[in-house]
């Protein structure tokens, strides 16, 4: 079951249907599958920025982030704490050469 429908952290889902799916699993994580780029990223923006609360993502079905996505992650981290706790090679290749990989405490999958 997804809690897309209930407009996790604060997301309505009504308003724009985001690029990429999204769901909390067992564990509170939320749970990212598809791309974080220019076209997603104002998106993914609201799921990130809805709360102060300390947030864990599982990017391991991230398959592209670009630039923008970054920049999203580094928006939340200006307000909330912000843990990747699993991360896709793509996106763990990303963070690696911006020297962010500690930052976000990502671990590759």
């Known amino acids: 079951m997804s809690d897309r429908s ?10 724009v249907e985001p690029p990429f799916s999204y ?9 990212v599958i598809g791309d974080i780029d220019l076209a ?19 990017l391991s079905g991230v398959g592209f ?7 999203v992650l580094l928006q939340a981290r200006r307000v909330r704490a912000v843990r ?13 050469l911006l020297g962010l990989s500690d930052s976000f405490a990502a671990d590759p999958r």
Do not use: N, T, W, Y
Not at 6 to 15: H, K, P, T, V
Not at 41 to 58: G, T
Not at 84 to 96: F, G, M, N, W
């Open 6 to 15: 209930s407009g996790i952290d604060g997301f309505d889902e009504d308003s």
């Open 40 to 58: 997603s990223a104002q998106a993914f923006k609201p799921v990130l920025l809805a709360s102060r609360d300390p947030i864990e993502l599982d």
């Open 84 to 96: 990747i706790a699993v991360a896709s090679p793509a996106v763990s290749r990303v963070l690696e």
């Open 65 to 71: 982030m670009d630039s923008s996505g970054v920049k």
């Open 23 to 31: 769901h909390r699993d067992g564990a509170g994580r939320i749970v």
